[in-house]
């Protein structure tokens, strides 16, 4: 008598260049994993790293049914190899944030009565009124900010309301931009989805709500009393609230997956969806991060979550309702200088050796003897300025350090820079503060003394290789009643 297969949970990872789906089980062991690459295993849809990028240079769009065939293509892969879909207890995902999609008059029928005989990118074909849905890359909805900012109060009382002062690539400026370009296809669009419950939608069988996390990167969700602005809304389209739908917490159960997919691939009856979310929201939920934590990627970009509980809204910086604390916050700090900035300076003063780099560090002073300085090679998010400024131990401005202290300067800046803006969101280093370094340099352990010395705190390597997908993996198990 074979042993009763052993319950299994799924986490999707809906992102910019590819969609990932991760198995784990009762032990959040992974016991499967698979991919479909947009540019390579979707050619027909021509994109470039998942994108395509208009000639005006500013709007950058992805075709949401590549979205719906890379979910058809997975699906049958996993089918393929035999994977028992009737184990799946739960599942839930990810998505890029800010992306939207736009649901035609008359979808959620067809959402609803989905023959199993068909893959659902042919039964889905006419049921987007925007074919290129507008995702986090954008930067042409500069005007709708202006104008939002402008309805509200002004940027501070914008980001004392939704977490963010505006953003081009946040959600309820690219609606806007839609309703006064098209305002035709605004009218005849049913619901709106971020690219998460776009997501959710495809296994629920019926319209996902939009999670209060990845709702939180609209600049339309009152984040501390969890419900649309109706100010927000008003300034970016009419009727809008009732095409986006009533948001929800991100650890919401919103029913069992459709007939479609039991019956196309055996999913049992009883298996839950839960509430998808944001990429990153879902990658903080991966780390496990406890209040007063920081989790720091520094990759090409270096990016910083933070778990706070009564955050301070900042003209920098995001603040988002945490996507697993009904209570707290997460605020995320995204900074463009990060790898390519230090990759830059180690090969003029380093000789593009690490090692060499390294020895610098570690032959100058904590402190920099009063050496400090700011590089940014490329226009930088957090302060928005470009280029190099020195400052020597007398406060003045000099045009070069030596090398050694060029390093440090630049190791030193960079990490005081991500605490003075994490404390002025209200971000509070206790004595159980944990920092959690993933990324590139997280491999190098003089830059990683640098961080701990900064921050007067211990600091921890982790592997967040498929983080998103591993925390929708760990919010299905969690979400469910058995493990409330
Ligand atoms: O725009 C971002 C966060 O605000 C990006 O990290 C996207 O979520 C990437 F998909």
Not at 39 to 53: N, R, S
Request: one cysteine or more; aromatic letters at 8%.
């Amino acid at each position: 008598m074979a042993a009763p297969a052993e319950p299994s949970y799924l986490g999707w990872d809906f992102s910019t260049q590819q969609l990932k789906v991760i198995a784990v089980d009762e032990q959040l062991r992974v016991i499967h994993e698979d991919s479909v690459n947009f540019d390579k295993d979707l050619p027909e849809f021509g994109t470039q790293g998942g994108v395509h990028v208009h000639s005006d240079r500013l709007t950058v769009t992805s075709p949401v049914l590549m979205w719906v065939k890379a979910l058809d293509m997975i699906l049958e892969k996993m089918k393929s190899s035999g994977f028992n879909f009737s184990r799946v207890k739960a599942l839930s995902g990810a998505g890029q944030q800010h992306g939207s999609v736009y649901w035609k008059e008359g979808a959620n029928s067809v959402l609803q009565n989905l023959s199993p005989d068909l893959p659902l990118h042919q039964s889905l074909k006419s049921c987007f009124s925007v074919s290129n849905s507008p995702v986090w890359m954008d930067s042409s909805t500069t005007a709708q900010c202006c104008s939002l900012e402008k309805a509200v109060g002004g940027a501070q009382k914008l980001a004392e309301v939704t977490g963010s002062r505006a953003y081009e690539r946040f959600t309820g400026n690219q609606i806007a931009k839609i309703y006064s370009q098209n305002p035709e296809v605004y009218t005849h669009t049913e619901r709106i989805s971020l690219v998460s419950s776009f997501a959710a939608s495809l296994f629920l069988g019926a319209y996902a709500p939009i999670d209060y996390s990845d709702g939180s990167g609209m600049n339309l969700l009152q984040i501390h009393e969890k419900v649309w602005s109706p100010a927000c809304l008003d300034a970016c389209a009419p009727g809008l609230g009732k095409k986006l739908g009533h948001p929800v917490p991100s650890s919401k159960v919103l029913g069992c997956v459709s007939p479609y997919h039991t019956q196309r691939f055996g999913f049992n009856s009883g298996c839950k969806v839960v509430a998808f979310t944001g990429d990153n929201p879902a990658s903080m939920a991966a780390m496990r991060l406890r209040e007063g934590d920081i989790a720091i990627s520094l990759g090409t970009s270096d990016t910083l979550f933070l778990w706070i509980k009564e955050p301070k809204a900042a003209l920098e910086g995001h603040i988002l309702c945490s996507p697993v604390d009904s209570q707290a916050y997460m605020a995320m700090l995204c900074y463009k200088n990060g790898s390519l900035m230090r990759e830059k300076i180690r090969d003029e003063h380093a000789s593009g050796s690490w090692e060499e780099f390294s020895k610098a560090l570690l032959s100058t002073a904590v402190g920099n003897d009063g050496n400090v300085g700011f590089y940014f090679d490329v226009m930088e998010i957090i302060p928005e300025t470009v280029g190099i400024h020195r400052f020597n131990t007398h406060n003045n401005r000099v045009s070069t350090f030596p090398k050694e202290l060029e390093i440090r300067a630049l190791i030193e800046g960079q990490f005081m820079a991500k605490r003075i803006h994490a404390e002025k969101l209200g971000y509070t280093i206790l004595p159980t503060t944990r920092i959690l370094a993933t990324g590139g340099a997280s491999h190098n352990k003089a830059i990683l003394q640098v961080l701990s010395d900064v921050f007067s705190a211990p600091v921890y390597t982790i592997d967040t290789a498929n983080s998103a997908c591993l925390g929708s993996a760990y919010r299905a198990i969690h979400c469910l009643p058995a493990f409330a």
